[in-house]
Protein backbone atom coordinates (compact mmCIF):
# COMPACT_ATOMS: atom_id res chain seq x y z
CA UNK A 1 0.00 0.00 0.00
CA UNK A 2 2.89 2.12 0.34
CA UNK A 3 4.05 4.91 3.40
CA UNK A 4 1.94 6.17 5.26
CA UNK A 5 -0.17 3.12 6.05
CA UNK A 6 1.64 1.38 9.10
CA UNK A 7 0.38 -0.95 11.23
CA UNK A 8 0.76 -0.02 14.99
CA UNK A 9 3.58 -1.78 16.97
CA UNK A 10 3.05 -4.43 20.15
CA UNK A 11 3.33 -2.26 22.87
CA UNK A 12 1.27 -4.13 25.54
CA UNK A 13 -1.04 -7.16 25.77
CA UNK A 14 -2.97 -8.76 22.92
CA UNK A 15 -4.75 -11.74 22.82
CA UNK A 16 -3.07 -14.33 20.62
CA UNK A 17 -5.61 -14.83 17.58
CA UNK A 18 -5.66 -11.14 17.17
CA UNK A 19 -1.78 -11.57 17.03
CA UNK A 20 -2.08 -14.26 14.51
CA UNK A 21 -4.43 -12.11 12.10
CA UNK A 22 -2.89 -8.56 12.26
CA UNK A 23 -0.05 -10.75 11.43
CA UNK A 24 -1.78 -11.98 8.16
CA UNK A 25 -1.55 -15.52 9.05
CA UNK A 26 -5.14 -16.21 8.72
CA UNK A 27 -8.46 -14.53 10.33
CA UNK A 28 -9.33 -14.43 14.21
CA UNK A 29 -11.40 -17.68 13.76
CA UNK A 30 -8.85 -19.73 12.17
CA UNK A 31 -6.58 -18.50 14.78
CA UNK A 32 -8.34 -20.21 17.19
CA UNK A 33 -8.82 -23.47 15.51
CA UNK A 34 -4.88 -23.37 15.03
CA UNK A 35 -4.88 -22.52 19.03
CA UNK A 36 -7.57 -25.54 19.74
CA UNK A 37 -5.45 -28.14 17.58
CA UNK A 38 -2.24 -27.49 19.48
CA UNK A 39 -0.41 -26.07 16.11
CA UNK A 40 0.65 -23.02 18.33
CA UNK A 41 3.63 -22.13 20.76
CA UNK A 42 4.20 -18.91 22.53
CA UNK A 43 8.24 -19.25 23.59
CA UNK A 44 8.23 -23.26 22.98
CA UNK A 45 5.03 -23.74 25.20
CA UNK A 46 1.74 -24.77 23.52
CA UNK A 47 -0.61 -21.97 23.64
CA UNK A 48 -4.17 -22.36 24.85
CA UNK A 49 -7.40 -20.41 23.65
CA UNK A 50 -7.98 -16.61 24.78
CA UNK A 51 -4.14 -15.95 26.21
CA UNK A 52 -2.54 -12.93 25.84
CA UNK A 53 1.01 -12.08 25.10
CA UNK A 54 3.26 -9.36 25.52
CA UNK A 55 6.34 -7.92 23.35
CA UNK A 56 9.48 -10.13 23.08
CA UNK A 57 7.35 -13.44 23.21
CA UNK A 58 7.76 -15.92 20.21
CA UNK A 59 4.87 -17.15 18.53
CA UNK A 60 5.61 -19.96 16.19
CA UNK A 61 2.20 -22.33 13.87
CA UNK A 62 4.08 -25.60 13.18
CA UNK A 63 7.04 -24.41 14.69
CA UNK A 64 7.47 -22.00 12.66
CA UNK A 65 8.01 -18.32 14.08
CA UNK A 66 5.32 -15.82 13.02
CA UNK A 67 6.12 -12.18 12.75
CA UNK A 68 3.87 -9.33 12.37
CA UNK A 69 3.90 -7.40 9.12
CA UNK A 70 4.59 -3.62 9.44
CA UNK A 71 2.53 -2.75 6.17
CA UNK A 72 -0.63 -2.93 5.81
CA UNK A 73 -1.81 -5.12 2.51
CA UNK A 74 -5.16 -4.50 0.79
CA UNK A 75 -5.77 -6.05 -2.88
CA UNK A 76 -8.86 -5.90 -5.16
CA UNK A 77 -8.98 -9.43 -6.37
CA UNK A 78 -11.30 -10.56 -9.01
CA UNK A 79 -11.87 -14.54 -7.91
CA UNK A 80 -12.50 -16.59 -10.78
CA UNK A 81 -15.42 -19.45 -10.95
CA UNK A 82 -14.10 -22.59 -10.27
CA UNK A 83 -11.60 -21.52 -7.96
CA UNK A 84 -12.55 -21.50 -3.91
CA UNK A 85 -11.66 -19.13 -1.32
CA UNK A 86 -9.69 -21.59 1.23
CA UNK A 87 -6.04 -22.99 1.83
CA UNK A 88 -7.71 -26.58 1.88
CA UNK A 89 -6.03 -28.58 -0.62
CA UNK A 90 -7.13 -32.23 0.38
CA UNK A 91 -9.91 -31.73 -2.11
CA UNK A 92 -7.62 -30.83 -5.09
CA UNK A 93 -10.01 -27.92 -6.25
CA UNK A 94 -7.66 -24.80 -7.29
CA UNK A 95 -7.38 -22.36 -5.18
CA UNK A 96 -7.79 -18.12 -4.86
CA UNK A 97 -4.09 -18.45 -3.79
CA UNK A 98 -2.93 -20.69 -6.66
CA UNK A 99 -4.32 -17.56 -8.37
CA UNK A 100 -2.73 -15.12 -6.52
CA UNK A 101 0.37 -16.37 -6.45
CA UNK A 102 0.94 -13.35 -4.41
CA UNK A 103 4.50 -13.15 -2.43
CA UNK A 104 3.25 -11.65 0.99
CA UNK A 105 1.01 -14.09 2.95
CA UNK A 106 -2.76 -12.50 2.50
CA UNK A 107 -6.72 -13.67 3.10
CA UNK A 108 -9.81 -12.73 1.82
CA UNK A 109 -12.42 -10.50 3.00
CA UNK A 110 -15.42 -13.25 3.39
CA UNK A 111 -16.04 -15.39 0.67
CA UNK A 112 -17.82 -16.62 -2.68
CA UNK A 113 -18.33 -20.44 -2.96
CA UNK A 114 -16.73 -21.76 -5.70
CA UNK A 115 -18.82 -21.15 -8.68
CA UNK A 116 -19.50 -17.31 -8.10
CA UNK A 117 -16.97 -14.91 -8.96
CA UNK A 118 -16.30 -10.96 -8.76
CA UNK A 119 -14.80 -9.17 -5.96
CA UNK A 120 -12.55 -10.39 -3.29
CA UNK A 121 -10.48 -8.14 -0.64
CA UNK A 122 -7.51 -9.62 0.12
CA UNK A 123 -5.58 -8.67 3.04
CA UNK A 124 -2.77 -9.07 6.06
CA UNK A 125 -5.07 -6.88 8.36
CA UNK A 126 -7.80 -8.79 10.41
CA UNK A 127 -9.57 -5.71 12.20
CA UNK A 128 -10.10 -4.57 8.71
CA UNK A 129 -11.80 -8.25 7.47
CA UNK A 130 -13.52 -8.12 10.72
CA UNK A 131 -14.82 -4.75 10.48
CA UNK A 132 -15.87 -5.20 6.76
CA UNK A 133 -17.32 -8.27 7.06
CA UNK A 134 -19.31 -8.75 10.64
CA UNK A 135 -22.71 -8.38 9.85
CA UNK A 136 -23.87 -6.03 12.87
CA UNK A 137 -21.92 -3.37 11.11
CA UNK A 138 -24.54 -3.26 8.00
CA UNK A 139 -22.11 -2.77 5.37
CA UNK A 140 -23.18 -3.60 1.29
CA UNK A 141 -21.95 -6.21 -0.86
CA UNK A 142 -23.14 -5.74 -4.43
CA UNK A 143 -23.79 -8.18 -6.78
CA UNK A 144 -24.80 -8.98 -10.20
CA UNK A 145 -26.77 -12.08 -10.64
CA UNK A 146 -28.32 -14.08 -13.95
CA UNK A 147 -30.96 -16.80 -13.10
CA UNK A 148 -32.46 -19.30 -15.60
CA UNK A 149 -35.49 -17.51 -16.90
CA UNK A 150 -37.33 -13.84 -17.15
CA UNK A 151 -37.54 -11.93 -13.76
CA UNK A 152 -41.04 -11.15 -12.67
CA UNK A 153 -41.50 -7.86 -10.58
CA UNK A 154 -42.90 -10.25 -7.82
CA UNK A 155 -39.90 -12.17 -7.59
CA UNK A 156 -37.81 -8.79 -7.37
CA UNK A 157 -40.51 -7.33 -4.73
CA UNK A 158 -39.85 -11.25 -2.67
CA UNK A 159 -36.47 -10.83 -2.51
CA UNK A 160 -36.12 -7.04 -1.41
CA UNK A 161 -38.79 -7.45 1.65
CA UNK A 162 -36.27 -10.80 2.95
CA UNK A 163 -36.73 -14.41 2.53
CA UNK A 164 -37.04 -17.39 4.98
CA UNK A 165 -34.61 -19.99 4.21
CA UNK A 166 -35.61 -23.29 5.91
CA UNK A 167 -32.30 -24.74 5.93
CA UNK A 168 -30.83 -21.97 7.56
CA UNK A 169 -33.42 -21.23 10.46
CA UNK A 170 -33.48 -17.48 9.09
CA UNK A 171 -34.63 -14.89 7.39
CA UNK A 172 -33.03 -12.56 5.24
CA UNK A 173 -32.46 -8.72 6.08
CA UNK A 174 -34.82 -6.28 3.41
CA UNK A 175 -32.49 -5.58 1.04
CA UNK A 176 -32.22 -3.49 -2.62
CA UNK A 177 -32.98 -5.24 -5.48
CA UNK A 178 -33.35 -3.95 -9.27
CA UNK A 179 -34.05 -5.50 -12.64
CA UNK A 180 -31.04 -5.32 -14.34
CA UNK A 181 -31.97 -7.41 -17.69
CA UNK A 182 -34.80 -9.81 -18.66
CA UNK A 183 -33.06 -12.95 -16.45
CA UNK A 184 -30.52 -10.37 -14.87
CA UNK A 185 -30.83 -8.51 -11.68
CA UNK A 186 -28.33 -6.39 -8.95
CA UNK A 187 -28.96 -6.94 -5.54
CA UNK A 188 -27.27 -5.42 -2.54
CA UNK A 189 -26.96 -6.72 0.54
CA UNK A 190 -25.60 -6.27 4.13
CA UNK A 191 -25.13 -10.21 5.81
CA UNK A 192 -23.32 -13.14 3.84
CA UNK A 193 -25.11 -15.93 4.74
CA UNK A 194 -24.20 -19.48 3.67
CA UNK A 195 -24.99 -19.41 -0.40
CA UNK A 196 -27.87 -16.91 0.77
CA UNK A 197 -28.78 -15.48 -2.36
CA UNK A 198 -29.24 -18.90 -4.02
CA UNK A 199 -30.67 -20.00 -1.57
CA UNK A 200 -33.25 -16.85 -2.09
CA UNK A 201 -33.49 -17.69 -5.99
CA UNK A 202 -34.46 -20.91 -5.23
CA UNK A 203 -37.26 -20.20 -2.84
CA UNK A 204 -39.27 -18.62 -5.59
CA UNK A 205 -37.84 -21.69 -8.36
CA UNK A 206 -35.28 -19.54 -9.87
CA UNK A 207 -31.82 -21.07 -10.37
CA UNK A 208 -28.69 -18.81 -10.44
CA UNK A 209 -26.32 -19.21 -13.68
CA UNK A 210 -24.06 -16.42 -12.50
CA UNK A 211 -23.49 -14.92 -9.68
CA UNK A 212 -20.39 -11.76 -9.63
CA UNK A 213 -19.77 -9.75 -6.49
CA UNK A 214 -19.28 -6.11 -8.24
CA UNK A 215 -18.55 -3.94 -4.96
CA UNK A 216 -17.61 -4.52 -1.36
CA UNK A 217 -18.69 -1.07 0.43
CA UNK A 218 -16.37 1.86 -1.25
CA UNK A 219 -14.74 -0.88 -3.52
CA UNK A 220 -15.53 -2.17 -6.60
CA UNK A 221 -14.72 -4.80 -9.42
CA UNK A 222 -14.22 -2.09 -12.24
CA UNK A 223 -12.34 -3.47 -15.10
CA UNK A 224 -10.11 -6.36 -13.19
CA UNK A 225 -10.28 -9.47 -15.22
CA UNK A 226 -10.61 -13.05 -13.72
CA UNK A 227 -7.85 -14.06 -11.67
CA UNK A 228 -5.87 -10.02 -11.96
CA UNK A 229 -5.50 -8.21 -8.90
CA UNK A 230 -4.88 -4.90 -7.79
CA UNK A 231 -3.57 -2.45 -4.65
CA UNK A 232 -6.59 -0.42 -3.24
CA UNK A 233 -5.78 3.20 -3.45
CA UNK A 234 -4.79 5.62 -0.97
CA UNK A 235 -8.10 7.50 -1.92
CA UNK A 236 -9.87 4.21 -1.41
CA UNK A 237 -8.38 3.09 1.39
CA UNK A 238 -9.09 6.79 3.10
CA UNK A 239 -12.51 6.47 2.24
CA UNK A 240 -13.25 3.05 3.64
CA UNK A 241 -11.80 3.59 6.98
CA UNK A 242 -14.05 6.71 7.09
CA UNK A 243 -16.82 4.62 6.11
CA UNK A 244 -15.14 1.75 9.53
CA UNK A 245 -14.54 4.96 11.80
CA UNK A 246 -17.56 3.56 14.20
CA UNK A 247 -17.95 -0.17 12.89
CA UNK A 248 -17.22 -3.51 15.60
CA UNK A 249 -14.48 -5.53 14.71
CA UNK A 250 -15.46 -8.57 16.82
CA UNK A 251 -14.83 -11.76 14.87
CA UNK A 252 -17.53 -13.76 12.92
CA UNK A 253 -18.82 -16.08 15.00
CA UNK A 254 -21.89 -17.26 13.45
CA UNK A 255 -21.82 -20.59 11.61
CA UNK A 256 -23.58 -19.29 8.87
CA UNK A 257 -21.66 -16.02 7.96
CA UNK A 258 -19.63 -18.26 5.77
CA UNK A 259 -19.61 -18.29 1.68
CA UNK A 260 -22.27 -16.59 -1.06
Known sequence: MGQGFKKEKLTGELRLNKYLSDAGYCSRRDADRLIESGRVTVDGVRAVTGMKITPGQSVAVDGKRVTREQEMILLAVNKPRGVVCTTDTRFGDRT???VLQYPKRVFSVGRLDKESEGLLLMTN????????MRAGNYHEKEYLVTVDHDIT???????????????LDQTT????????GKNQFSIILTQGLNRQIRRMCERFHYKVTKLVRVRIMNIELGRLKPGEYRSVSRKELAALNEMLRTSRNQGLRSRNNEEI
Open 96 to 98: IYD
Open 125 to 132: NGDILNKI
Open 153 to 167: TEFLKKLAAGVYLPE
Open 173 to 180: RPCRVRLA
